[in-house]
């Protein structure tokens, strides 16, 4: 057994298999996560306003409110992390989930220690204090300025100018990469080094759809993107606006 998690983190579980539920509230319970579960998306969005969780742990095949309109409508309101589970290992699947603001995916069926270090992960690199309300804190982290782009660590925000972006919190990360090193070129696995602490198989090429979703929210027009430039055939870099061809 793994150290457990200090504090309790909580993992919301919506999934309407409860066969799946019971093994990972096992694990998780074990590995020291609290654990809520919730069997359709209505049950999911109301236990999760009502009790703030630390992620949530959503199966993308539920009854009646499926779970890509569940992520969508948290994403409305909270950057808490969002796993989303899947049984078919289909790419387009995958990206509309990230596209969605999901932070990871895993496909069915999955290992439960898999679960458990997917979980342990995201919460590695999502915010403290994430959950449905959101906080921040200085800690003395540093604070990257490219152009009129400024990423604080500390605060877990990004502003461009006056206007502060609305990020997930791997969007952030990924931002925050490439704003630490501008104009240097991060290829995909690199990203996902920065994000995850680890590369899970098949994990790489996702990193496109979460740079898809930066340039919505931090281009003027995503496509024409100033701010982050494909380097095609190697990945991806942070350049000011004004150093842009």
């Known amino acids: 057994m793994t150290n ?23 694990y998780l319970k074990a590995e020291g996560f609290a654990v809520r579960w919730a ?13 703030p969780v630390d992620l949530i742990l959503l199966d993308l095949m539920l009854p009646g409110l499926d779970g890509r309109e569940v992520c969508r409508r948290i994403r409305a309101d909270s950057d808490v992390p969002i796993i989303m589970l899947t049984a078919r290992d289909d790419e387009v699947d995958r990206v509309v989930g990230l596209e969605l603001g999901a932070d990871d995916y895993i496909t069915k069926p999955f ?16 915010r403290p204090g994430a959950r449905w309300s959101r906080r921040s804190a200085d800690d003395g982290k540093p604070v990257y300025r490219v152009g ?25 990360k990924i931002l925050a990469a ?22 899970f198989e098949g994990y790489e090429r996702t990193i496109d759809a979460h740079i898809k979703n930066l340039r919505q929210k931090l281009e003027d027009d995503p496509r ?12 991806y870099k942070l350049v000011a606006p004004r150093s842009m061809p």
């Open 224 to 235: 024409n993107p100033r701010y982050i430039a494909t380097v095609y055939g190697v990945g």
């Open 111 to 126: 290992s439960p220690r898999e679960v458990v270090a997917r979980i342990r992960a995201v919460l590695r690199r999502s």
């Open 4 to 26: 457990p998690v200090d504090p309790v983190a909580t993992v919301l579980v919506v999934e309407d298999e409860r066969q799946i539920v019971e093994v990972l509230e096992a």
């Open 39 to 51: 069997a359709d998306g209505r049950e999911a969005l109301e236990l999760a306003r009502r009790e």
């Open 148 to 172: 009129p782009l400024v990423v604080d660590l500390a605060r877990h925000q990004a502003f461009v100018g006056e206007r502060e972006l609305d990020l997930t919190p791997t969007e952030f």
């Open 178 to 199: 490439l704003a630490s090193h501008p104009g240097m070129v991060f290829t995909r696995l690199q990203l996902v080094e920065r994000v995850q602490g680890a590369a």
